[in-house]
């Protein structure tokens, strides 16, 4: 159900000057990339922090969307209050909400009078970008024979600095009530420190994509350019299906392994009709 290595097996049981009416997979790269912001605030500045136990811990979820682009990110964050990091370790392990956002030992030992919030922030890569490609190269092997470019374009670099401001924001005004009460961690390797600044650019960014979609995007009568139809079937092959998130024409900003469940059992329902009637 992932993206690239589907897309791999395409291009080299298929080439495209036999089958031109798959010429176009790999033309398309979609993917989302990543903010990560770690900040805290003392626990006094609640009003219900005398309620507070010994270890709390939250989670929750902001849609958002570019007015200029009208493309998708979204927040994920998540809270943890540690009065004594070391004995809750195992619980902060077990009921974390983010284990990718995890906070680091030193974060939380050296914040047991605060709330630690961590932000992953994700957005929508352009579709539209010629330079994201995925194709093949002159390597032997045909498990990895092939090349991804990705660069970010004017449009994705007006998202992400959209999502960034709107993240400081939501830390800043509708957390902390200002920014008087609020510290980020600025990383040093594998250390850091808090600070009262906010991180810059190269420390939040990370240098990497998730959930690559879009490799073999599906569309119908009005999209002449995708190379699978809404069959799920490679254009010109009648014996050949696919699903997962090479299908998605973009990427938008949802977290997509529902969707490809979805789309998997559809297939399986299209493919068998009567074995799956109630």
């Known amino acids: 159900m992932g993206t690239l290595p589907p897309t791999t097996l395409m291009l ?3 080439p495209k000057p036999k089958f031109p009416l798959l010429a176009n997979i790999g033309e398309r790269f979609t993917a989302h990339f990543i903010t990560g912001i770690s900040a805290r605030v003392p626990r006094d500045i609640f009003t219900n922090s005398k309620d507070f136990g010994n270890l709390e811990m939250a989670a929750f979820y902001i849609a958002g969307v570019s007015k200029k682009s009208n493309h998708q990110f979204h927040i994920q964050m998540a809270a943890i209050g540690d009065n004594d990091p070391i004995n ?14 995890l906070p680091t030992p030193q974060q939380l030992t050296t914040s047991t009078n605060h709330v630690i919030i961590m932000a992953a922030t994700l957005g929508q890569m352009d579709h539209r970008n010629k330079e994201n490609w995925f194709r093949l190269n002159d390597r032997n092997d045909v498990t990895t024979n092939v090349t991804l470019q990705f660069v970010a374009n004017d449009t994705d670099n007006e998202l992400w600095n959209t ?3 709107a993240t400081f924001q939501v830390i800043e005004q509708e957390i902390a009530g200002g920014t008087k ?3 980020y961690w600025h990383p040093m390797g594998n250390t850091g420190s808090w600070k009262t600044t906010r991180p ?9 994509t998730v959930h690559e979609a879009s490799t073999m995007w599906m569309g119908g009568e009005q999209d002449s350019e995708a190379p699978v139809g809404l069959d799920y079937r490679p254009n010109g092959l009648e014996n050949v299906y696919i699903t997962g998130a090479s299908l998605y024409p973009t990427g938008a900003s949802w977290n997509p392994t529902g969707v490809m469940a979805a789309m998997a059992m559809h297939l399986g329902d299209l493919l068998e009709p009567k074995r799956h009637k109630v």
């Open 163 to 165: 999502m960034d401001d």
């Open 200 to 208: 810059n650019r190269e420390m939040i960014r990370v240098p990497a």
């Open 12 to 14: 080299n049981s298929f």
């Open 181 to 183: 009460n609020v510290e």
């Open 88 to 101: 809750n370790s195992y619980d902060t392990f077990q009921f974390y909400p983010d284990i990718a956002a």
